[in-house]
Protein backbone atom coordinates (compact mmCIF):
# COMPACT_ATOMS: atom_id res chain seq x y z
CA UNK A 1 0.00 0.00 0.00
CA UNK A 2 2.86 2.08 0.90
CA UNK A 3 4.62 1.34 -2.51
CA UNK A 4 1.43 2.41 -3.90
CA UNK A 5 1.53 6.09 -2.51
CA UNK A 6 5.11 6.20 -3.48
CA UNK A 7 4.11 5.13 -6.99
CA UNK A 8 1.85 7.66 -7.79
CA UNK A 9 3.81 10.19 -5.64
CA UNK A 10 6.34 9.91 -8.26
CA UNK A 11 4.41 10.19 -10.91
CA UNK A 12 2.90 13.27 -9.68
CA UNK A 13 6.22 14.68 -9.34
CA UNK A 14 6.77 13.82 -13.32
CA UNK A 15 5.70 16.56 -15.53
CA UNK A 16 2.27 14.75 -16.64
CA UNK A 17 -1.30 15.39 -16.94
CA UNK A 18 -1.78 14.58 -13.16
CA UNK A 19 0.79 17.20 -12.42
CA UNK A 20 -0.49 19.56 -14.44
CA UNK A 21 -4.25 19.11 -13.54
CA UNK A 22 -3.14 18.85 -9.84
CA UNK A 23 -1.14 22.08 -10.22
CA UNK A 24 -4.02 23.92 -12.04
CA UNK A 25 -6.59 22.28 -9.49
CA UNK A 26 -4.81 23.37 -6.56
CA UNK A 27 -4.11 27.30 -7.70
CA UNK A 28 -8.17 27.57 -8.75
CA UNK A 29 -8.38 26.28 -4.96
CA UNK A 30 -6.20 29.47 -3.93
CA UNK A 31 -7.21 31.64 -6.16
CA UNK A 32 -10.56 31.66 -4.30
CA UNK A 33 -9.31 31.21 -1.07
CA UNK A 34 -7.14 34.16 -0.95
CA UNK A 35 -9.23 35.94 -3.48
CA UNK A 36 -12.03 35.91 -0.86
CA UNK A 37 -10.41 38.38 1.21
CA UNK A 38 -10.64 41.29 -1.11
CA UNK A 39 -13.35 39.91 -3.45
CA UNK A 40 -16.51 39.67 -1.66
CA UNK A 41 -18.07 35.95 -1.92
CA UNK A 42 -21.65 36.15 -0.34
CA UNK A 43 -23.61 32.55 0.51
CA UNK A 44 -26.93 32.25 -0.02
CA UNK A 45 -28.65 34.01 3.07
CA UNK A 46 -26.45 36.97 2.09
CA UNK A 47 -23.35 36.88 4.32
CA UNK A 48 -19.48 36.73 3.52
CA UNK A 49 -17.98 33.95 2.80
CA UNK A 50 -14.10 33.74 3.74
CA UNK A 51 -11.01 32.65 6.10
CA UNK A 52 -11.48 35.66 8.07
CA UNK A 53 -14.44 35.73 8.42
CA UNK A 54 -16.63 33.46 10.72
CA UNK A 55 -19.03 31.08 9.40
CA UNK A 56 -22.93 31.85 10.28
CA UNK A 57 -24.59 28.66 8.73
CA UNK A 58 -24.85 24.99 7.28
CA UNK A 59 -25.41 23.84 11.12
CA UNK A 60 -22.49 26.10 12.52
CA UNK A 61 -23.96 26.72 15.95
CA UNK A 62 -25.51 23.29 16.17
CA UNK A 63 -21.95 21.61 16.25
CA UNK A 64 -20.79 24.94 18.32
CA UNK A 65 -23.55 23.70 20.64
CA UNK A 66 -22.16 19.68 20.06
CA UNK A 67 -18.81 20.60 20.68
CA UNK A 68 -19.45 22.59 24.52
CA UNK A 69 -21.26 19.31 25.32
CA UNK A 70 -18.84 16.79 24.15
CA UNK A 71 -16.09 18.03 25.61
CA UNK A 72 -17.22 20.81 28.52
CA UNK A 73 -19.85 18.63 29.73
CA UNK A 74 -19.79 15.14 28.80
CA UNK A 75 -21.63 14.42 32.07
CA UNK A 76 -25.04 15.06 29.93
CA UNK A 77 -24.18 12.76 26.88
CA UNK A 78 -25.78 10.21 27.67
CA UNK A 79 -28.98 12.00 29.53
CA UNK A 80 -29.14 13.62 26.30
CA UNK A 81 -29.59 10.40 24.25
CA UNK A 82 -32.07 9.13 27.08
CA UNK A 83 -33.68 12.36 26.31
CA UNK A 84 -33.71 11.79 22.58
CA UNK A 85 -34.72 8.62 22.49
CA UNK A 86 -37.94 9.84 24.77
CA UNK A 87 -39.74 10.31 21.55
CA UNK A 88 -41.10 13.85 22.71
CA UNK A 89 -38.99 15.24 19.39
CA UNK A 90 -36.50 13.23 17.25
CA UNK A 91 -33.86 16.36 16.83
CA UNK A 92 -30.67 15.59 17.23
CA UNK A 93 -28.58 16.44 20.36
CA UNK A 94 -25.48 15.67 19.78
CA UNK A 95 -23.34 16.06 15.93
CA UNK A 96 -20.59 13.58 14.90
CA UNK A 97 -17.97 14.50 17.12
CA UNK A 98 -15.00 15.08 14.52
CA UNK A 99 -16.06 18.76 13.11
CA UNK A 100 -17.32 19.91 16.75
CA UNK A 101 -13.97 18.34 17.72
CA UNK A 102 -12.00 20.77 15.48
CA UNK A 103 -13.63 23.91 16.32
CA UNK A 104 -12.89 23.09 19.83
CA UNK A 105 -9.34 21.72 19.02
CA UNK A 106 -8.84 25.18 16.98
CA UNK A 107 -10.73 27.25 19.27
CA UNK A 108 -12.67 28.88 15.92
CA UNK A 109 -14.23 32.15 16.94
CA UNK A 110 -15.37 35.73 15.20
CA UNK A 111 -11.13 36.48 16.78
CA UNK A 112 -9.43 33.12 15.70
CA UNK A 113 -10.80 32.05 12.26
CA UNK A 114 -7.35 31.34 10.68
CA UNK A 115 -5.84 28.20 12.19
CA UNK A 116 -9.10 26.53 11.14
CA UNK A 117 -9.48 27.91 7.46
CA UNK A 118 -6.12 26.60 6.78
CA UNK A 119 -6.37 23.22 7.39
CA UNK A 120 -9.41 23.17 5.29
CA UNK A 121 -7.32 24.71 2.57
CA UNK A 122 -4.81 21.89 2.95
CA UNK A 123 -8.33 19.51 2.93
CA UNK A 124 -9.48 21.24 -0.19
CA UNK A 125 -6.22 20.79 -1.95
CA UNK A 126 -5.38 17.03 -0.79
CA UNK A 127 -9.27 15.98 -2.20
CA UNK A 128 -8.25 18.01 -5.18
CA UNK A 129 -5.13 15.93 -5.81
CA UNK A 130 -6.55 12.75 -4.88
CA UNK A 131 -9.29 12.59 -7.30
CA UNK A 132 -7.08 14.07 -9.84
CA UNK A 133 -4.85 11.34 -9.53
CA UNK A 134 -7.76 8.76 -9.82
CA UNK A 135 -9.20 9.93 -12.66
CA UNK A 136 -6.06 10.51 -14.40
CA UNK A 137 -5.11 6.66 -13.98
CA UNK A 138 -8.91 6.42 -16.10
CA UNK A 139 -7.78 7.94 -18.98
CA UNK A 140 -9.26 11.39 -18.74
CA UNK A 141 -7.43 14.22 -20.51
CA UNK A 142 -5.59 17.05 -19.32
CA UNK A 143 -8.81 18.93 -20.21
CA UNK A 144 -10.96 17.06 -18.68
CA UNK A 145 -9.22 16.90 -15.61
CA UNK A 146 -8.90 20.89 -15.77
CA UNK A 147 -12.82 21.12 -16.46
CA UNK A 148 -13.13 19.04 -12.86
CA UNK A 149 -10.82 21.29 -11.18
CA UNK A 150 -12.83 24.18 -12.29
CA UNK A 151 -16.14 22.84 -10.88
CA UNK A 152 -17.02 25.22 -7.83
CA UNK A 153 -17.96 23.02 -5.08
CA UNK A 154 -14.28 22.12 -4.14
CA UNK A 155 -13.00 25.91 -3.65
CA UNK A 156 -16.71 26.35 -1.92
CA UNK A 157 -16.59 24.42 0.78
CA UNK A 158 -12.55 25.05 1.11
CA UNK A 159 -13.67 28.72 2.10
CA UNK A 160 -17.06 27.36 4.05
CA UNK A 161 -15.99 25.84 6.94
CA UNK A 162 -18.66 23.14 7.63
CA UNK A 163 -18.60 18.98 8.44
CA UNK A 164 -18.72 18.71 4.24
CA UNK A 165 -15.08 18.82 3.54
CA UNK A 166 -13.81 16.86 6.21
CA UNK A 167 -16.12 14.31 4.93
CA UNK A 168 -15.76 14.60 1.33
CA UNK A 169 -11.68 13.68 1.91
CA UNK A 170 -12.47 10.71 3.50
CA UNK A 171 -14.61 9.58 0.65
CA UNK A 172 -11.94 10.33 -1.69
CA UNK A 173 -9.30 8.37 0.65
CA UNK A 174 -11.97 5.35 0.90
CA UNK A 175 -12.14 5.48 -3.00
CA UNK A 176 -8.19 5.91 -3.20
CA UNK A 177 -6.77 3.44 -0.82
CA UNK A 178 -9.98 0.64 -1.64
CA UNK A 179 -12.16 0.95 -4.66
CA UNK A 180 -9.46 2.22 -6.62
CA UNK A 181 -6.70 -0.10 -5.74
CA UNK A 182 -7.53 -3.30 -6.68
CA UNK A 183 -9.42 -3.98 -3.31
CA UNK A 184 -6.19 -3.12 -1.17
CA UNK A 185 -6.62 -3.28 2.52
CA UNK A 186 -5.47 -2.54 5.53
CA UNK A 187 -5.43 -0.75 8.56
CA UNK A 188 -5.24 2.40 6.59
CA UNK A 189 -8.98 1.81 5.15
CA UNK A 190 -9.92 1.13 8.69
CA UNK A 191 -8.22 4.41 9.78
CA UNK A 192 -10.40 6.06 6.99
CA UNK A 193 -13.58 4.03 8.09
CA UNK A 194 -13.07 5.62 11.43
CA UNK A 195 -12.64 9.17 10.70
CA UNK A 196 -15.68 8.70 7.95
CA UNK A 197 -18.31 8.09 10.28
CA UNK A 198 -16.98 10.70 13.15
CA UNK A 199 -17.46 12.90 10.37
CA UNK A 200 -20.38 12.63 9.04
CA UNK A 201 -23.71 10.01 10.28
CA UNK A 202 -23.93 8.67 6.69
CA UNK A 203 -20.88 7.46 7.08
CA UNK A 204 -22.21 4.11 8.34
CA UNK A 205 -23.53 3.76 4.83
CA UNK A 206 -20.04 3.15 3.80
CA UNK A 207 -19.06 1.09 6.33
CA UNK A 208 -22.53 -1.08 5.38
CA UNK A 209 -21.10 -1.10 1.93
CA UNK A 210 -17.93 -2.27 2.84
CA UNK A 211 -19.12 -5.11 5.16
CA UNK A 212 -21.35 -6.12 2.68
CA UNK A 213 -18.02 -6.40 0.01
CA UNK A 214 -16.22 -8.36 3.09
CA UNK A 215 -18.91 -10.91 2.48
CA UNK A 216 -19.75 -11.43 -0.94
CA UNK A 217 -16.88 -9.98 -2.82
CA UNK A 218 -13.49 -10.79 -1.08
CA UNK A 219 -10.74 -13.97 -1.92
CA UNK A 220 -9.18 -14.02 1.41
CA UNK A 221 -9.78 -16.80 4.14
CA UNK A 222 -13.25 -16.82 5.55
CA UNK A 223 -11.87 -16.50 8.86
CA UNK A 224 -10.29 -13.40 8.64
CA UNK A 225 -13.45 -12.02 6.62
CA UNK A 226 -15.72 -13.11 9.57
CA UNK A 227 -13.33 -11.55 12.23
CA UNK A 228 -13.32 -8.10 10.19
CA UNK A 229 -17.05 -8.69 9.57
CA UNK A 230 -17.64 -9.18 13.44
CA UNK A 231 -15.74 -5.89 14.41
CA UNK A 232 -17.57 -3.55 11.86
CA UNK A 233 -20.87 -5.26 12.76
CA UNK A 234 -20.15 -4.07 16.75
CA UNK A 235 -19.06 -1.21 15.75
CA UNK A 236 -21.83 -0.45 13.73
CA UNK A 237 -24.53 -1.38 16.03
CA UNK A 238 -22.98 0.91 18.78
CA UNK A 239 -22.73 3.96 16.40
CA UNK A 240 -25.79 3.08 14.91
CA UNK A 241 -27.61 3.29 18.37
CA UNK A 242 -26.05 7.14 19.12
CA UNK A 243 -26.70 8.49 15.09
CA UNK A 244 -30.35 6.95 14.65
CA UNK A 245 -31.91 10.56 16.31
CA UNK A 246 -29.68 12.16 14.14
CA UNK A 247 -31.00 10.45 11.10
CA UNK A 248 -34.70 10.77 12.05
CA UNK A 249 -34.42 14.46 12.64
CA UNK A 250 -33.11 14.49 8.72
CA UNK A 251 -36.02 12.48 7.53
CA UNK A 252 -38.18 14.64 9.70
CA UNK A 253 -37.05 17.61 8.58
CA UNK A 254 -37.19 17.20 4.94
CA UNK A 255 -41.11 16.42 6.32
CA UNK A 256 -42.00 19.23 8.17
CA UNK A 257 -39.33 22.61 6.86
CA UNK A 258 -38.17 21.59 3.82
CA UNK A 259 -39.48 20.89 0.14
CA UNK A 260 -38.37 20.48 -3.43
CA UNK A 261 -39.85 23.12 -6.13
CA UNK A 262 -41.84 24.50 -3.42
CA UNK A 263 -43.87 21.34 -2.93
CA UNK A 264 -43.67 19.52 0.90
CA UNK A 265 -42.65 15.70 0.76
CA UNK A 266 -45.91 14.87 2.06
CA UNK A 267 -47.80 16.23 -0.52
CA UNK A 268 -45.86 14.11 -2.82
CA UNK A 269 -46.21 10.94 -1.00
CA UNK A 270 -50.13 11.54 -0.57
CA UNK A 271 -50.35 12.21 -4.42
CA UNK A 272 -49.91 15.06 -6.63
CA UNK A 273 -52.45 14.22 -9.37
CA UNK A 274 -56.22 14.09 -7.69
CA UNK A 275 -57.71 13.13 -10.71
CA UNK A 276 -55.58 9.87 -11.30
CA UNK A 277 -56.64 7.15 -9.99
CA UNK A 278 -54.64 6.01 -6.60
CA UNK A 279 -53.23 3.24 -8.49
CA UNK A 280 -51.64 5.89 -11.32
CA UNK A 281 -51.60 9.01 -8.84
CA UNK A 282 -49.34 7.28 -6.48
CA UNK A 283 -46.19 6.02 -8.10
CA UNK A 284 -46.61 9.12 -10.87
CA UNK A 285 -46.12 11.26 -7.81
CA UNK A 286 -43.75 9.24 -6.01
CA UNK A 287 -41.51 8.91 -8.94
CA UNK A 288 -41.87 12.90 -9.42
CA UNK A 289 -40.68 13.13 -6.08
CA UNK A 290 -37.23 10.71 -6.55
CA UNK A 291 -37.08 12.80 -9.79
CA UNK A 292 -37.30 16.23 -7.65
CA UNK A 293 -34.75 14.76 -5.35
CA UNK A 294 -32.45 13.86 -7.85
CA UNK A 295 -32.69 17.90 -9.70
CA UNK A 296 -31.41 18.66 -6.11
CA UNK A 297 -28.85 16.49 -4.83
CA UNK A 298 -26.95 17.77 -8.87
CA UNK A 299 -27.67 21.46 -8.09
CA UNK A 300 -30.17 21.90 -10.33
CA UNK A 301 -32.49 23.39 -8.03
CA UNK A 302 -34.04 27.65 -6.88
CA UNK A 303 -32.09 29.16 -3.68
CA UNK A 304 -33.14 28.92 0.04
CA UNK A 305 -31.85 32.46 -0.52
CA UNK A 306 -32.55 35.69 -2.03
CA UNK A 307 -30.14 35.51 -4.46
CA UNK A 308 -29.33 37.10 -8.06
CA UNK A 309 -30.40 34.87 -11.50
CA UNK A 310 -26.92 34.89 -12.30
CA UNK A 311 -25.44 33.64 -9.29
CA UNK A 312 -28.65 31.41 -9.49
CA UNK A 313 -27.68 30.49 -13.04
CA UNK A 314 -23.49 30.34 -11.74
CA UNK A 315 -24.28 27.69 -8.67
CA UNK A 316 -26.88 25.77 -10.94
CA UNK A 317 -24.35 25.19 -13.89
CA UNK A 318 -22.31 22.18 -13.04
CA UNK A 319 -25.72 20.46 -12.11
CA UNK A 320 -25.58 19.95 -16.32
CA UNK A 321 -22.71 18.07 -16.02
CA UNK A 322 -23.86 16.14 -13.09
CA UNK A 323 -27.24 15.23 -13.82
CA UNK A 324 -25.72 12.93 -17.12
CA UNK A 325 -22.74 12.04 -15.26
CA UNK A 326 -25.01 10.14 -12.53
CA UNK A 327 -27.03 8.79 -14.88
CA UNK A 328 -24.69 7.20 -17.04
CA UNK A 329 -22.56 6.35 -13.68
CA UNK A 330 -25.36 4.02 -12.69
CA UNK A 331 -25.62 2.70 -16.41
CA UNK A 332 -21.82 1.94 -17.44
CA UNK A 333 -19.57 2.20 -13.87
CA UNK A 334 -18.43 -1.45 -12.81
CA UNK A 335 -20.92 -3.18 -10.75
CA UNK A 336 -18.85 -2.37 -7.24
CA UNK A 337 -18.44 1.14 -8.20
CA UNK A 338 -22.65 1.22 -8.66
CA UNK A 339 -23.14 -0.15 -5.51
CA UNK A 340 -20.45 2.49 -3.58
CA UNK A 341 -22.71 5.27 -4.79
CA UNK A 342 -25.89 3.86 -4.35
CA UNK A 343 -25.25 2.86 -0.55
CA UNK A 344 -23.60 6.78 -0.59
CA UNK A 345 -26.82 7.97 -2.26
CA UNK A 346 -29.54 6.23 0.46
CA UNK A 347 -29.27 8.27 3.65
CA UNK A 348 -29.05 11.17 1.10
CA UNK A 349 -32.51 10.70 -0.57
CA UNK A 350 -33.70 9.67 2.90
CA UNK A 351 -33.29 13.51 4.14
CA UNK A 352 -33.55 16.54 2.35
CA UNK A 353 -31.37 16.28 -0.87
CA UNK A 354 -28.62 18.86 -1.49
CA UNK A 355 -25.53 19.12 -3.88
CA UNK A 356 -23.84 19.91 -1.01
CA UNK A 357 -24.03 16.00 0.13
CA UNK A 358 -22.68 15.21 -3.30
CA UNK A 359 -19.55 16.74 -3.09
CA UNK A 360 -17.35 12.91 -1.72
CA UNK A 361 -18.15 11.95 -5.10
CA UNK A 362 -18.71 15.31 -7.27
CA UNK A 363 -15.36 14.51 -9.65
CA UNK A 364 -16.05 11.08 -10.48
CA UNK A 365 -20.07 12.12 -11.54
CA UNK A 366 -17.86 14.79 -13.71
CA UNK A 367 -15.92 11.83 -14.98
CA UNK A 368 -19.16 10.17 -16.43
CA UNK A 369 -20.54 13.11 -17.43
CA UNK A 370 -17.77 14.30 -19.58
CA UNK A 371 -17.32 11.05 -21.05
CA UNK A 372 -21.17 11.30 -21.75
CA UNK A 373 -20.54 14.53 -23.35
CA UNK A 374 -17.81 13.71 -25.68
CA UNK A 375 -19.26 10.43 -26.88
CA UNK A 376 -22.35 12.67 -27.82
CA UNK A 377 -19.81 15.09 -29.55
CA UNK A 378 -18.34 12.01 -31.37
CA UNK A 379 -21.67 10.97 -32.71
CA UNK A 380 -23.23 14.20 -33.91
CA UNK A 381 -19.65 15.15 -35.76
CA UNK A 382 -20.26 11.89 -37.63
CA UNK A 383 -23.63 12.40 -38.41
CA UNK A 384 -22.50 16.06 -39.69
CA UNK A 385 -19.95 14.32 -41.88
CA UNK A 386 -22.72 11.53 -42.81
CA UNK A 387 -25.30 14.68 -44.11
CA UNK A 388 -22.99 17.19 -45.23
CA UNK A 389 -22.39 17.48 -49.43
CA UNK A 390 -20.04 15.39 -50.66
CA UNK A 391 -17.37 17.58 -53.22
CA UNK A 392 -16.52 16.47 -56.50
Request: charged share 15%; proline share 6%.
Amino acid sequence: MFMKIGQDLQAWLAFNPTRKASGFGVAVILLVFFGSLWVPVLNETGNRVSPATIQTSVDIHFYQASAEILFERPDEIFQLLVDTYSWEGTSPALGPPLFPALLKVFSYGPDNTWPLALLYLVFGCGFMVIWIAVLQKRGMPFIGLAIIALLPQTAWFTISISTDLPFALMVALFFYFYMDADRSRGVIVWIVLLLMVVARTNGLAIVLFYTGCLIFADDRPLRTRLLEVLLLGIATLLLSGVYLPSLLGTVEGSYVRFGHFGVGVDDYLDGLFASLPAILDLPLSWATLFGAKTLYVVGLRPSYGDVSLLTLALRSAPGILLLPGLILLMIRAPRRERYFVLFFLLPIFLGVTQDRYLLPIIPLVAFYGLQGYASLWVRVRGMARVLSPRRG
